[in-house]
DNA sequence: ACAGTATTTAACAAGAAAGCTAATTATTAG
DNA sequence: CTAATAATTAGCTTTCTTGTTAAATACTGT
């Protein structure tokens, strides 16, 4: 089973209505319906954006006992280890640079 | 200096040419020329990609001594400062995701 | 001054993205 | 069986993004 690559990752990322929904899911597990009644946008384009998410493997959903017309979405954590592996990379790169440029200033007030 | 809003530097990273752009001056800094050579797309297309990384402080660009034409572009370190709290953030619960959903693993297979 | 070089801006076309309403599917409850 | 509910898919529109070529800007070297 192959990596969702990380552009269609970091694509459903840069949308700040996903953004809200990983983080209203991060709470808890929630219903597309809740999810709708958390933005100022329509049911089928918060399906759209669930399709996305779910799609790049970030969110997966769940049924319900008693309502199967219930769709419970929560947080899919295994899809987030190759994105957790590339922001390491970048992050200890970027602490790298903070550090060059921490020396730099350093350096112009000595 | 406000920050550069999250969405705003998410968006910018979102794109797999600004994203080579980036991983490019990483190893150092280079000229608008060189980042098209790289890639397939025309000077135009690379020059409005240095823009949106200038426009939300990604990269800065820096005039050469002996020929003015020559624009030479670098991260902008400091830029990162607010991404990588960001980061820090969400990875931590990212952490805890995984750490929770290894719980939930071994949980099931006792 | 003039030709050439480095880069950006202008103007436009094609494709993707996000929104909406209406229709569809699936399921529950009376 | 029928009406209501939860969510998705279909069809369409508007806006945004990316790309292209042509023109403009700014500078260098002869």
Redesign the interface.
Known sequence: MPAISL?TT??A??D?TR?LVINAL?QQPRRAGELVAMTSISAPAMSRHLKILRTCGLIAEQTVEHDARVRLYH?R??A??D??GW??E??S???D??D??KVHVEGKHK
Chains 1, 2 share one sequence.
Do not use: G, K, S, Y
Request: hydrophobic share 60%; glycine share 0%; aromatic share 16%.
């Open positions: 552009d970091l694509m990322l840069a700040p953004r991060h947080l954590p295994e987030f280890v994105l957790q922001l390491d970048v992050q790169f970027w602490a640079q903070l060059a440029f």
